[in-house]
Structure formats: structure tokens, C-alpha cells
T-cell receptor
Framework: AQKITQTQPGMFVQEKEAVTLDCTYDTSDQSYGLFWYKQPSSGEMIFLIYQGSYDEQNATEGRYSLNFQKARKSANLVISASQLGDSAMYFC???????????FGKGTTLSVSS | EPEVTQTPSHQVTQMGQEVILRCVPISNHLYFYWYRQILGQKVEFLVS????????KSEIFDDQFSVERPDGSNFTLKIRSTKLEDSAMYFCASSNRVMPGNTIYFGEGSWLTVV
């Protein structure tokens, strides 16, 4: 069975600090993709970053990077230099070769303070 | 930048009424999805749609739900007889291909409140 686990219900960080949001996954498929989405209080789902199972390099998108450790089945999101606007819910999600749907974790609420 | 658009943004309906949520996916996308998120909970997959038919559905997507692509642009989710537990944010999404690396883009969601 495919599963995404996010063990941190809430994280708190000061502005300009880096923060790591944890995500572990479980799948027997060899080909899969891992995604992070941001959901601000307004409710929309914003795509942040993608990592493929065969990608050798960790994905980066601006201040976002994905710490992909395949052997540990983890795909942690690192946000560098946090900003107040980063306060939101963050979801890790997975999509496998076998299925078309994204499977989501329960999310982590990030609060950035000044 | 192309985006998925959803209407209405918020709907309040009486229990037992039928509701239709509408979506316009990104124009060159071929795969369409509905997800829902009950307040404070995780996002749950409902159904995926390709080539005018359902390609995958979850246990949540029972007989009270249906999807349709009535014309070349709209993609709708119908809930036949709403229940209180159908109150949730419903997200429409689309992607260009079904490969794992193809990003699924979400609309802004439709809040459904069943009273």
C-alpha cells in the first residue's frame, strides 16, 4: 500500500531561519514522484517542488529544496530564509507509476514569526 | 500563467439537495481530478478522469457522486443527495500526462457547506 507520513503537526520558526519539514513515504513501485504543496489560510493548493525517484540530484526551487534520501524513503522539504508569508500548511504527496492519483500526507502547519 | 478555475468558490446547500461543482482545467491538459479536504484534515483523492471516462476512483466516490465533461472545457462533479459529512473543500485538478513526474495543478477550491 502507498502511504505518506508527516509526523510534525506544527512547526515554529523565526523569520530568516531555515526550517525542515519531514516526509516519509512507502511504496513498492520503483518509479514514483514526490511533491510538496503549500496551502495558505485562503485555501488554495500551490505546487512548490517535485522530486523523481530516479533523480540523482536533490530538487531545488528558489528558497525550497528537497532533501531526498531514497534508502530511508524520506523527502524532507527545506525552506531557507523563512519569510512571514511562508506561514501555511505544507503537504507532502506522492504519485506512482501504477496510479494516477496523488496521495497526500496529513500536512504540517508552519508558523513563521518576526 | 494558465490555471485551473473553479466555481462556485463557496456554496451552502440543504441536506438532500443536489450540488454541481464546476471546473475549467488547464486547456492542454488531458487528465482531470477531484479531491476533497474536510476542514482541518488531509486532502483525499476522489476520482480521476481521462478520455471521457473515469480512470480511477477512491472508496469515497460512491454512487452519490458523478463526474462529467459536458463540453470541451468544463469538468463537473455532481453530488446527488448531499449529506452533512459532504461539507468540505472540493479541489479540481488537472495534469498534462499521467507519468509520476507530471505536476498536478489545483484550482482554488469550492467550499461546500451542507446544512
Amino acid at each position: 500500500a502507498q502511504k505518506i507520513t508527516q509526523t510534525q503537526p506544527g512547526m515554529f520558526v523565526q523569520e530568516k531561519e531555515a526550517v525542515t519539514l519531514d516526509c516519509t513515504y512507502d511504496t513498492s513501485d520503483q518509479s514514483y514522484g514526490l511533491f510538496w504543496y503549500k496551502q495558505p489560510s485562503s485555501g488554495e493548493m500551490i505546487f512548490l517542488i517535485y522530486q523523481g525517484s530516479y533523480d540523482e540530484q536533490n530538487a531545488t526551487e528558489g528558497r525550497y529544496s528537497l532533501n531526498f534520501q531514497k534508502a530511508r524513503k524520506s523527502a524532507n522539504l527545506v525552506i531557507s530564509a523563512s519569510q512571514l508569508g511562508d506561514s501555511a500548511m505544507y503537504f507532502c504527496a506522492m504519485r506512482t507509476q501504477a496510479g494516477t492519483a496523488l496521495i497526500f500526507g496529513k500536512g504540517t502547519t508552519l508558523s513563521v514569526s518576526s | 500563467e494558465p490555471e485551473v478555475t473553479q466555481t462556485p468558490s463557496h456554496q451552502v446547500t440543504q441536506m438532500g439537495q443536489e450540488v454541481i461543482l464546476r471546473c475549467v482545467p488547464i486547456s492542454n491538459h488531458l487528465y482531470f481530478y477531484w479531491y476533497r479536504q474536510i476542514l482541518g484534515q488531509k486532502v483525499e483523492f476522489l476520482v480521476s478522469f481521462y478520455n471521457n471516462e473515469i480512470s480511477e476512483k477512491s472508496e469515497i466516490f460512491d454512487d452519490q457522486f458523478s463526474v462529467e465533461r459536458p463540453d470541451g472545457s468544463n469538468f463537473t462533479l455532481k453530488i446527488r443527495s448531499t449529506k452533512l459529512e459532504d461539507s468540505a473543500m472540493y479541489f479540481c485538478a488537472s495534469s498534462n500526462r499521467v507519468m509520476p513526474g507530471n505536476t498536478i495543478y489545483f484550482g482554488e477550491g469550492s467550499w461546500l457547506t451542507v446544512v
